[in-house]
Structure formats: C-alpha cells, structure tokens
C-alpha cells in the first residue's frame, strides 16, 4: 500500500485547509484510515481516524467539533477538513493505514504517507 498526502500550508488562525490522503497498491488490506500530526519538539499524535467499511469515525479531543475525516471509496481517498485552525496544529501531518480496527496508536497502523506541512498563524 502506498499513501500520498497533499493540501497542506500556510493559512490564518481561524482558517480553514483541506488535507488529502490517496491510497493506491493493495488497498483492499486496509481496515482504518488515519492522521496523526507531529509538532516540533513534540511526539507524533493521534488526530482522526476513519473505519473504511462503514464510515464510522473517531477524534482525538484536541480536534474534535473542528475537524472532519472522511472517505471517497471510488478514490481510494481520504481527506480531513480542518476548521477553525489555531497556531497550535501547526504540525506535519501524517496519513495512515491500518488493518485493524479503533486504530489510535502509531503502533496501530503499518502503511504511512509522506508528511505535510500546516503552519497556522497567529
């Protein structure tokens, strides 16, 4: 499974950014979808996850009521819709693929996208 992430950059707190994740390869291997971001200095975290089957989804406290994951299946495409940015999610941003289910661990997911860039300022 191979994973491409694009649509990050520069925007004003109180913005919005629109990131994308396309999966190509044996995609089929794939349960969950996910984004982790990682901050300079800091560890890389959990954002949002996707179960592929049915759509169901999952944050993490920090992002949720502000951000939204979704899936195209004819795609292969996931994206996460990222509103009301503050300075702190500035981060590289990191699409995932797991084949299990309630993935929220890095641990968790065995195929990553190159990482994108999200500056928000202030």
């Known amino acids: 499974v191979q994973l491409q992430a694009s649509g990050g950059g520069l925007v004003q707190a109180g913005g919005s950014l629109r990131l994308s994740c396309a999966a190509s390869?044996?995609?089929?291997?794939?349960?969950?979808m996910g984004w982790f971001r990682q901050a300079p200095g800091k560890e890389r975290e959990f954002t949002a996850g996707?179960?592929?089957?049915?759509?169901?989804?999952y944050y993490a406290d920090s992002v949720k009521d502000r951000f939204t994951i979704s899936r195209d299946h004819d795609k292969n495409t996931v994206y996460l819709e990222m509103n009301m940015l503050k300075p702190g999610d500035t981060a590289v941003y990191y699409c995932?693929?797991?084949?299990?289910?309630?993935?929220?661990?890095?641990?968790?997911?065995?195929?990553w996208g190159q990482g994108t860039l999200v500056t928000v300022s202030s």
């Open positions: 995932a693929g797991s084949g299990t289910a309630w993935a929220t661990t890095a641990a968790s997911y065995g195929y």
């Open positions: 996707i179960r592929l089957r049915d759509a169901w989804r």
């Open positions: 390869g044996r995609t089929f291997s794939l349960y969950t």
